[in-house]
């Protein structure tokens, strides 16, 4: 059973920068697609980031283009968000996902079959 665990949230100030990491626990995370999601209580989640296989392709929600880049080692099974220029309005819970597939993921939390638990991020004005 493949499992993921989420690092590196934390309080930042406005305009700060935080490094988001996801471990996962499988053998096979170097041929899976991961993606990045945020999530607030109560609310569903939202797409954020996600990265095929080699880190050759990514793909970003409009409002985190240019600030977040998502990455890849796969010798080390780890995801990462690194977050820079931090909004207040990003604060959330994160979460990273795995695809299941060989198939690049895209931005449906129903593309994805395996869930952290997340990690708090909090930006301050």
């Known amino acids: 059973q493949v499992q993921l665990v989420e690092s590196g949230g934390g309080l930042v100030q406005a305009g700060g920068s935080l490094r988001l990491s996801c471990a996962d626990s499988g053998r096979t995370f170097r041929i899976r697609s991961m993606g990045w999601f945020r999530q607030a209580p109560g609310k569903e989640r939202e797409f954020v980031a996600a990265i095929n296989w080699n880190g050759g392709t990514t793909y970003y929600t409009d409002s985190v283009k240019g600030r977040f880049t998502v990455s890849r080692d796969n010798a080390k099974n780890t995801v990462y968000l690194q977050m820079s220029e931090l909004k207040p309005e990003n604060t959330d819970i994160y979460l990273c996902?795995?695809?299941?597939?060989?198939?690049?993921?895209?931005?449906?939390?129903?593309?994805?079959?395996?869930w952290g638990q997340g990690t708090q991020v909090t930006v301050s004005s």
């Open positions: 996902a795995e695809r299941l597939s060989t198939v690049m993921a895209g931005p449906t939390p129903d593309e994805y079959e395996v």
